[in-house]
């Protein structure tokens, strides 16, 4: 291997132990790494890079990332870059759950963590505001993100999410003649990588319906989740817990909502989390089976996005000319921030509706709002004020 790819991989390995703040953070951090400290690419490319991966299903930075080493050299690379990236946060979740599980199954409460339980409303409460503040330019937007809201909070399943996403990109696809016009190339399709990601989709649902393996089902769960959500970790949470909380009764939302504290505090990518709500899926396997829930989720919910980017990477600049694709970006983005805004209210909900929790809500989205006070830093205050007050 080239040199100039170990090198890459080692910058690859700085970001992913030093990017914190999920994908609009993460974006500069690759600017400044890749751009102009290294000049892998150029900043128009890079932008180009990021705009497509906010288009396509899956983790945007994780795809950003991994495009980048595809262009510097190819698919190899590019794999390599993905293990690198997430290994680091996926590590860690897997071994949060881990230490959860080792902590319950003595009988050790986690009240410790109860603090920094309404913090991660918060932050999800934030996620819907900055996401919205970002995407939401018409009436059609706002009107959008109310409706899917309502249909996010009130039809708890998880099949909804992706009919939401799809009917709102279909709705501002229909406006597409209110974007110019500009003179369009033939796209030539590569369909490999396509359908590479079709097969193993219908695959794992085949094998997971008529096996009934936990760990086939498992991985057919995040991969069928990695292919059909768009906007990045945050959009991710609603699906997650209402299929894994409510409908599936894996975890309760005290576990839930204590992971989704901890990988905000981690750098690297958020859909991490998906390692430690795998880990304790397994949980009744022992420790393998936990490492092994925890790998098999980050494999299902990352390996999506990735055959999806090096499919289309192949004929974006000639697909980005189409107007209609421009126009649906607009509808699943607004999808995507009600359903983060429904989101916020629906993790709330198995908390106690006390002064303390609520309180602890508000303060932490306002901090996020008003200071530019470091996530790890909120969740460390919340841990240890939690530890005071539990012992």
């Not at 983790?59 to 990236?85: C, E």
């Not at 794992?204 to 393996?213: D, E, P, Q, S, V």
């Not at 209402?242 to 992971?259: C, H, I």
């Not at 990988?263 to 899926?281: D, E, K, R």
Request: aromatic share 14%.
């Amino acid at each position: 291997m080239p040199k100039r790819y170990y090198i890459f991989l080692r910058d690859v390995l700085l970001l992913s132990v030093t990017s914190f703040g999920g994908p609009q953070a993460h974006i500069a951090y690759l600017y400044e790494q890749m751009v102009k400290k290294r000049r892998y690419i150029t900043e128009e490319e890079l932008f180009e890079l990021f705009a497509l991966c906010q288009i396509l299903p899956g983790p945007t930075s994780t795809q950003t990332i991994t495009a980048i080493g595809f262009k510097i050299g190819g698919p190899n690379l590019a794999y390599l870059t993905l293990l690198v990236w997430v290994l680091p946060a996926v590590s860690i979740m897997t071994l949060a759950a881990i230490i959860i599980s080792s902590l319950q199954a003595q009988s050790i409460s986690l009240e410790f963590t109860r603090f920094i339980q309404p913090m991660a409303v918060g932050f999800v409460a934030f996620a819907a505001y900055r996401i919205s503040r970002k995407v939401i330019f018409s009436r059609t937007g706002i009107i959008l993100l109310i409706i899917s809201a309502v249909l996010s909070y009130f039809f708890n399943s998880p099949y909804i999410f992706p009919l939401i996403i799809l009917a709102g990109g279909a709705i501002t696809a229909i406006k597409y003649k209110s974007h110019p016009a500009v003179e369009k190339d033939k796209i030539k399709i590569n369909w490999s990588n396509f359908l590479l990601w079709a097969g193993v989709f219908i695959f794992a649902a085949l094998l997971g319906h008529f096996t009934r393996l936990l760990p086939v089902r498992l991985f057919e769960n995040f991969y069928r989740n990695g292919s059909l959500i768009f906007g990045g970790g945050q959009v991710l949470i609603p699906l997650l817990y209402t299929e894994f909380v409510e409908f599936k009764n894996y975890l309760s939302s005290e576990e839930f909502l204590t992971g989704f504290s901890i990988v905000q505090a981690l750098p690297g990518p958020t859909f991490s989390f998906s390692a430690y709500i795998g880990a304790l899926t397994m949980r009744d396997y022992g420790l393998l089976g936990k490492v092994l829930g925890g790998i098999i989720a980050s494999l299902g919910i990352f390996l999506p996005g990735t055959f999806l980017i090096f499919f289309v990477i192949r004929f974006w600049s000639s697909l980005k000319k189409y107007r209609v694709i421009k126009a649906s970006l607009e509808g699943i983005n607004a999808a995507s921030s009600g359903m983060v805004t429904a989101a916020a209210l629906l993790l709330f909900q198995p908390l106690d509706t006390n002064v303390t929790n609520v309180g602890i809500v508000v303060a932490t989205f306002l901090l996020l709002v008003f200071t530019k006070i470091p996530a790890p830093f909120i969740i460390l205050l919340g841990l240890i004020a939690g530890l005071f007050d539990f012992l």
